[in-house]
């Protein structure tokens, strides 16, 4: 999420952010606000309540004004992982995501303790990036902390964080570089800075392609079933 967050849809358009004050970790955060628009393509694949496209993740189900339906990569084609940090606890950001008033959310949310938590399928549209065409086109995953304190950004965030990224380059063909891993900040139009300077892009980029080496390469990313969990 970084200072800021989200872009959402009204009338069948997705825009730029504006600016609202949201105490969100105990920070005050400026979130994108819009209306929502979920109705897709994607209504016509089946969805198994629970469902988790990374086997090491639990669901929490993130509310549906945060996201869009879709049926990706029928529909939009998934090239980028975009990072993020929370700019609060994990918890915080659970609770923001389900939050109808808080019209933004990522895939997924890693903790400082190698936790992965999914809010959103993959198939779907995230509003996480506050760019309509980032949002179709990407995964977005929330790291928990600060973007000023870099013994948030722990080895086992790290470790979990690379090998969910290495799973989704392998499920939709994304190539392990600085070009479609990339981090809010440089998201076109954004005015976000995270994941800040103390995130080690050197470092997480070794991890992922690591990783990537023992991960298949399934021919969908449709997901396996889960199970659901209650937030927090």
């Known amino acids: 999420m ?3 967050s989200g872009s959402g849809g009204a009338g069948g358009r997705e825009r730029h952010i504006g600016r609202r004050a949201l105490l969100f970790g105990g920070t005050a955060v400026a979130l994108g606000g819009a209306a929502l628009w979920w109705r897709g393509p994607g209504e016509r694949t089946p ?30 084609r998934v090239d980028r992982v975009v990072v993020h940090v929370t700019q609060g606890s994990l918890a ?21 303790d190698g936790r992965v938590t999914q809010m959103i399928r993959e198939l779907d549209v995230a509003y996480h990036a ?33 090998k969910l990224t290495a799973g989704i380059c392998a499920r939709y063909g994304i ?49 396996s079933p889960g199970t659901a969990v209650a937030g927090g």
Request: glycine share 12%.
């Open 130 to 162: 506050g760019n309509r065409e980032y949002n179709e086109r990407s995964v977005g995953i929330e790291h928990e902390g600060f973007v000023d304190r870099p013994r948030d950004f722990t080895d086992a965030m790290y470790t979990a964080s690379a």
């Open 92 to 112: 915080s950001a659970v609770r923001a995501f389900q939050d109808p008033g808080h019209r933004a959310a990522a895939h997924y949310v890693v903790g400082r």
């Open 175 to 223: 190539p392990v570089d600085r070009a479609h891993i990339i981090g809010h900040a440089e998201v076109p139009g954004a005015d976000h800075t995270d994941p800040g300077p103390h995130w080690d892009w050197d470092r997480y980029l070794r991890l992922v392609r690591r990783a990537r080496t023992s991960v298949p390469t399934p021919g969908t990313g449709t997901g």
């Open 47 to 76: 969805r198994v309540p629970g469902a988790v496209d990374y086997a090491g993740a639990r669901w929490v189900a993130a509310s549906e004004a945060n996201w869009r339906r879709a049926d990706r990569p029928g529909d939009y």
């Open 2 to 4: 970084g200072e800021k």
